[in-house]
């Protein structure tokens, strides 16, 4: 089904009854071309740019629950390109030019805003490594601004600035940043894969892989075997359960990452904001509610839910920022399992078995990579070699100490 602003009225007056559902619920087949394990936003983009700038047709993508029920719907939806190395920004630039198209591309309001993401500097050391990224993110074609305190205290007047351990020095403004509505993310990919002949397979977890010398041939599941010519996994926070199916231990933790929405409010915070001290980040959602974030819960787990502590730690932060904060009520909290890698960076690669492709470890920056890892995974899985802007991300990189360590915090995932 196509949308447009003539059936929205005309459903309006002949009683919503002529709204079908988004995608088909196909029964497995036998064997596919290219089958995706997880259909989280990264399966699904990754179907869809198959199908769509690859022209391939014989696709699966199986999931062991619903399409929207991992974190592309539980994540605080930030969207940005601010990032430091150059192994990280030509590709975040690239899934943000794919964001600016992307409701155009495939049809669907995904409510993308660029609503602009200011990170915030409290000391001259935190201002000379902002204005250091800044111009990195210039030259990579990305937009930066460096603002000063009353630039800052222009969009955002209400903040501590002069707190006394941490003042508000300034910000580094990324206006092409912003938020996008998750799980319309994961329901336009969806729709637009299954319109291109794409099987999604709901309730249909992967169990194991059949490897013989070598390559991988299909996948067990709880809806029987699938045979495939090309197996790509992309799991999140699930990846090195999965992994282990093939025999492979990954350099790579789960750790669970909760966010926040309070009671809906008038609107008071025009962008995305992050503060440079304490682990908080903030925006405001079109129904009203401040969403927001702040550490991982700091153990392992596969639970996605978290606990106490963090809650009380991220208001804390929230409040030293926003002091008014405090006068607000929160309505909802939620976890999810984040993919820790040992350097903070992603993995799109293949593995030493053929026929066997992975794409994991976002940590929790994975939501606003979604298109260009669906774009690169699916150039990866066509073509055998990396997408131009995906090389960096390989696996034996942490074999050869080439780590992609944006935040210079060491081989210690629950730091990144
Ligand atoms: C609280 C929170 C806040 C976040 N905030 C941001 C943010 O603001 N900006 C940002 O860029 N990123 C953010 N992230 C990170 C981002 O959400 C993730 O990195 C990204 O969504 C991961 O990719 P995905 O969408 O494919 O994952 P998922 O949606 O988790 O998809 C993986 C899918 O694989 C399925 N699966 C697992 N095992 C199997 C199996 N054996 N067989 C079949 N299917 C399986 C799962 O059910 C799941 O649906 C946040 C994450 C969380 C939890």
Excluded at 11 to 16: D, F, K, N, Y
Excluded at 274 to 279: E, N, Q, S
Excluded at 287 to 295: C, E, I, P, R, S
Excluded at 359 to 383: D, E, S, V
Aim: with cysteine; charged share 20%.
């Amino acid at each position: 089904m196509r949308y447009s602003g003539f059936k929205v009225i005309k459903e309006a007056l002949t009683g919503h009854k002529g709204w079908t559902p988004q995608w088909r619920d196909p029964e497995p087949q036998s064997h596919y071309d290219f089958v995706i394990i997880g259909g989280g936003g990264h399966g699904l983009a990754t179907a869809y740019y198959l199908a769509k700038e690859f022209g391939e047709s014989r696709i699966a993508v199986l999931e062991k629950g619903w399409i929207g029920g991992g974190n592309v719907g539980r994540n605080t939806t930030i969207i940005r390109s601010n990032y430091l190395l150059d192994g990280n920004e030509p590709f975040y630039e690239f899934s943000l030019k794919l964001w600016e198209g992307l409701e155009q591309d495939f049809n669907y309001n995904a409510m993308v805003s660029q609503r602009g993401i200011l990170n915030l500097v409290h000391t001259d050391a935190q201002r000379d490594a902002a204005r250091r990224r800044g111009n990195a993110m210039i030259l990579n074609g990305s937009d930066a601004e460096l603002l000063d305190v009353e630039g800052v205290r222009k969009l955002y007047p209400f903040l501590n600035f002069d707190n006394a351990r941490f003042p508000i020095k300034g910000g580094l403004l990324h206006r092409r940043g912003g938020t996008v509505r998750h799980d319309a993310v994961a329901w336009g990919y969806a729709r637009g894969a299954d319109m291109r002949g794409v099987d999604i397979i709901q309730n249909c977890e992967v169990t194991g892989f059949k490897i013989e010398d070598g390559t991988c041939l299909g996948v067990e599941t709880t809806r029987g075997y699938i045979g495939a010519g090309k197996v790509g996994v992309s799991v999140a926070g699930s990846s090195s359960r999965v992994m282990e199916k093939a025999g492979m231990r990954l350099p790579m933790e789960s750790h669970v990452l909760q966010a926040f929405v309070s009671e809906g409010l008038k609107p008071v915070l025009p962008g995305v904001i992050t503060y440079g001290a304490g682990h908080f980040y903030c925006s405001q959602s079109d129904k009203g509610g401040l969403v927001f974030g702040g550490d991982i819960d700091g153990y392992n787990s596969y639970a996605q839910r978290g606990n106490m502590p963090v809650i009380e730690d991220v208001a804390e932060g929230g409040i030293s920022l926003i002091p008014a904060l405090g006068r607000v009520r929160l309505l909802r909290a939620w976890g999810g399992i984040m993919d820790m890698s040992m350097d903070g960076s992603p993995i799109i690669d293949k593995t030493h078995i053929d026929g066997l492709y992975f794409n994991g470890g976002w940590c929790y920056g994975g939501f606003k990579a979604t298109p260009a890892a669906g774009w690169c995974f699916a150039h990866l899985l066509k073509t055998d070699t990396p997408h131009d802007t995906a090389t960096a991300y390989r696996f034996d990189r942490f074999r050869t100490g080439h780590m992609i360590d944006e935040k210079g915090q060491g081989a210690q995932p629950n730091l990144h």
